[in-house]
């Protein structure tokens, strides 16, 4: 190991901390993909067992990434060298692989929702008021220039908070944009549930119809509560690495699981409302947030501005998670390499952004397709249904059964906290997430 770890930079604040925690937790997956998945599923009933699956699995293993990172005060490769050693870096490396390739593509969506800011007030809603919604989308994807050039600026946004460190970085930029992006979320659910036959929307996502209910529908549950909580890429471990040993890690998982909750549900609280007050299909898709909600605004009052407020939305979601994506390569270039932050930041920003050009090019179809995958594709299914479930289940295997005494004392303060849950804790993290992932992992293996 080249980096040296003795004087660690800390959160400057518990509320930093915890707004910069959630912001990495917070992203695309809680207001992009959880209202799609929760209308092909069934509304209510799915809602009901992806709070079942947070609940349990997921703050099971985040408690579990924040003690491996806590204890080893390193990235997530030097973390399981410290605290493991032998071939269990290779979890580690999974971790930064998942975080340096995720970003690539992370950015270049990040991008379309800031595109599509400025397109609100620039065309978009007279294009969606004439049904060109799915048109105007396929154009601006399918321009080489605009679709780089997006990608790119939200690249250097990235690299420009991030090389200023834990605290004045990446703590400073979460405690303005955390606290803005609840604000937007209030002003649109309160938009959405006042729409003419909003009810309609409302009930079917907020009643359990559990005959609705299917296996897939479960399963994809499990998927999308271990996605949404940004576990398995290196960013809990990382983050918990600059955490003070004075934290009590049970309330501070809870706290962040709560707010990453709370985002999801309150996104659907606009979408449904809004796609069932204009007769919208809830379960359309990707497209629900590009090509399907821009026909719904075009049809509001003031529909330019609550568009622009959406995608401010996505927006500050996107790039509060890219933050925390970027700072797992930015500390592995750190504490492995031994660069210092700035060189970092911006060597690796470069790579990152070099990376994410295919996949700024491929939706248009400006880049060849892998095995019938565009890149961006390819690059998800890559990290989401293959490292990623893997990374997970080895970590809590690791957690769960070979360092237990450094889990306890982790999650105990050394024993001046008690921690009542932690029995139930460690066999959740041996027998329950495991199977669970697992279960994600081979359901996903069909490319």
């Given at each position: 190991?080249?980096?040296?770890?003795?004087?660690?930079?800390?959160?400057?604040?518990?509320?930093?901390?915890?707004?910069?925690?959630?912001?990495?937790?917070?992203?695309?997956?809680?207001?992009?993909?959880?209202?799609?998945?929760?209308?092909?599923?069934?509304g209510g009933a799915f809602v009901l067992v992806y709070l079942?699956?947070?609940?349990?699995?997921?703050?099971?293993?985040?408690?579990?990434?924040?003690?491996?990172?806590?204890?080893?005060?390193?990235?997530?490769?030097?973390?399981?060298?410290?605290?493991?050693?032998?071939?269990?870096?290779?979890v580690g490396w999974m971790g930064f692989f998942c975080g340096?390739?995720?970003?690539?593509?992370?950015?270049?969506?990040?991008?379309?929702?800031?595109?599509?800011?400025?397109?609100?007030?620039?065309?978009?809603?007279?294009?969606?008021?004439?049904?060109?919604?799915?048109?105007?989308?396929?154009?601006?994807?399918?321009?080489?220039?605009?679709?780089?050039?997006?990608?790119?600026?939200?690249?250097?946004?990235?690299?420009?908070?991030?090389?200023?460190?834990?605290?004045?970085?990446?703590?400073?930029?979460?405690?303005?944009?955390?606290?803005?992006?609840?604000?937007?979320?209030?002003?649109?659910?309160?938009?959405?549930?006042?729409?003419?036959?909003?009810?309609?929307?409302?009930?079917?996502?907020?009643?359990?119809?559990?005959?609705?209910?299917?296996?897939?529908?479960?399963?994809?549950?499990?998927?999308?509560?271990?996605?949404?909580?940004?576990?398995?890429?290196?960013?809990?471990?990382?983050?918990?690495?600059?955490?003070?040993?004075?934290?009590?890690?049970?309330?501070?998982?809870?706290?962040?699981?709560?707010?990453?909750?709370?985002?999801?549900?309150?996104?659907?609280?606009?979408?449904?409302?809004?796609?069932?007050?204009?007769?919208?299909?809830?379960?359309?898709?990707?497209?629900?947030?590009?090509?399907?909600?821009?026909?719904?605004?075009?049809?509001?009052?003031?529909?330019?501005?609550?568009?622009?407020?959406?995608?401010?939305?996505?927006?500050?979601?996107?790039?509060?998670?890219?933050?925390?994506?970027?700072?797992?390569?930015?500390?592995?270039?750190?504490?492995?390499?031994?660069?210092?932050?700035?060189?970092?930041?911006?060597?690796?920003?470069?790579?990152?952004?070099?990376?994410?050009?295919?996949?700024?090019?491929?939706?248009?179809?400006?880049?060849?397709?892998?095995?019938?995958?565009?890149?961006?594709?390819?690059?998800?299914?890559?990290?989401?249904?293959?490292?990623?479930?893997?990374?997970?289940?080895?970590?809590?295997?690791?957690?769960?059964?070979?360092w237990t005494k450094g889990a306890k004392e982790e999650v105990?303060?050394?024993?001046?906290?008690?921690?009542?849950?932690?029995?139930?804790?460690?066999?959740?993290?041996?027998?329950?997430?495991?199977?669970?992932?697992?279960?994600?992992?081979?359901?996903?293996?069909?490319?």
């Open positions: 190991m080249a980096g040296n770890n003795g004087n660690r930079e800390q959160w400057g604040s518990k509320f930093g901390f915890i707004m910069a925690a959630a912001g990495s937790a917070v992203g695309l997956g809680n207001i992009w993909r959880f209202p799609y998945i929760t209308g092909k599923y069934g079942i699956i947070v609940t349990v699995i997921g703050s099971s293993l985040m408690l579990a990434e924040f003690a491996l990172g806590r204890r080893a005060k390193l990235d997530s490769v030097g973390a399981f060298r410290k605290l493991g050693g032998g071939a269990w870096p290779i340096f390739v995720i970003l690539s593509y992370y950015a270049v969506i990040a991008g379309w929702t800031l595109a599509y800011m400025f397109k609100s007030f620039g065309g978009l809603m007279d294009a969606a008021a004439a049904g060109k919604a799915a048109d105007a989308f396929g154009a601006f994807v399918s321009d080489p220039v605009q679709a780089i050039a997006y990608h790119a600026a939200v690249m250097a946004m990235v690299v420009a908070v991030v090389c200023r460190g834990i605290s004045a970085g990446i703590e400073k930029s979460c405690k303005v944009l955390m606290p803005a992006l609840f604000l937007i979320l209030i002003l649109l659910i309160v938009r959405a549930v006042t729409l003419p036959g909003a009810l309609e929307g409302l009930e079917f996502y907020l009643l359990p119809d559990l005959s609705k209910l299917s296996g897939e529908g479960v399963l994809s549950a499990v998927g999308q509560g271990f996605y949404s909580l940004s576990l398995a890429m290196g960013i809990i471990i990382t983050y918990g690495s600059y955490l003070g040993k004075e934290e009590y890690m049970p309330k501070v998982t809870g706290t962040i699981v709560l707010l990453d909750t709370a985002v999801a549900v309150m996104a659907g609280l606009i979408i449904f409302p809004a796609v069932f007050a204009f007769g919208v299909d809830a379960g359309a898709g990707p497209g629900l947030t590009f090509v399907t909600l821009p026909i719904v605004f075009s049809k509001m009052p003031m529909g330019a501005f609550f568009s622009f407020a959406f995608f401010a939305l996505l927006f500050i979601a996107a790039i509060t998670s890219a933050f925390s994506l970027f700072e797992v390569v930015v500390t592995f270039a750190i504490d492995e390499i031994g660069w210092p932050r700035l060189k970092s930041s911006l060597i690796m920003g470069l790579a990152v952004t070099i990376l994410g050009i295919p996949s700024a090019l491929s939706v248009g179809g400006h880049f060849p397709q892998i095995c019938g995958k565009d890149f961006l594709d390819a690059m998800d299914f890559i990290t989401n249904n293959a490292v990623m479930p893997v990374c997970g289940i080895l970590t809590s295997f690791f957690v769960g059964w070979l105990t303060n050394n024993g001046t906290r008690d921690f009542p849950l932690y029995t139930a804790w460690l066999w959740v993290c041996r027998i329950v997430v495991p199977i669970s992932v697992a279960l994600i992992f081979v359901n996903g293996l069909k490319w």
